[in-house]
Every structure is written in structure tokens, then in C-alpha cells.
């Protein structure tokens, strides 16, 4: 789901000067604090500026 979800962002949003934007993908689910402390270090590294969340529920 996620990378469908990152394959229609990136189809279909472009920064206002026209570059195509950039997806990242967390390297595990997050079901728990310490995943969700892994994507968030991992994203603040990366310079993540938005997030998305998909789930199937």
C-alpha cells in the first residue's frame, strides 16, 4: 500500500518551481514506539517535510 500510495504522490505532485517531488518509505511498518522512533529519526535525517499515513483499517 505504501508504495502505491508513494508511486500516486509522485505521479502527480510537483514542487511549485515543477521538480517532481520525492517519496521515502519508513524501513518497517510502525506498530509501536520504537518503529515510530526509527521512522522519525530516519526522516529528520532525510529532511522529510511531510508524512503520510496508510493503513488498511
Same mark, same amino acid.
Request: aromatic share 2%; hydrophobic share 45%.
Given at each position: 500500500m505504501s508504495? @502505491?500510495a @508513494?508511486?500516486?504522490?509522485? !505521479? +502527480?505532485?510537483?514542487?511549485p +518551481?515543477g521538480?517532481a517531488? !520525492?517519496?521515502? &518509505? @519508513?524501513d518497517? $511498518? &510502525?506498530?509501536?514506539?520504537?518503529? @515510530?522512533a526509527?521512522?522519525?529519526?530516519k526522516?529528520?535525517?532525510? +529532511?522529510?517535510?511531510?508524512t503520510?499515513?496508510? $493503513?488498511?483499517?
Amino acid at each position: 500500500m505504501s508504495k @502505491a500510495a @508513494a508511486k500516486l504522490l509522485s !505521479e +502527480n505532485l510537483r514542487h511549485p +518551481n515543477g521538480m517532481a517531488i !520525492e517519496c521515502m &518509505i @519508513a524501513d518497517s $511498518t &510502525i506498530g509501536g514506539v520504537a518503529e @515510530a522512533a526509527a521512522c522519525a529519526d530516519k526522516f529528520s535525517r532525510e +529532511n522529510v517535510a511531510v508524512t503520510v499515513t496508510v $493503513t488498511p483499517c
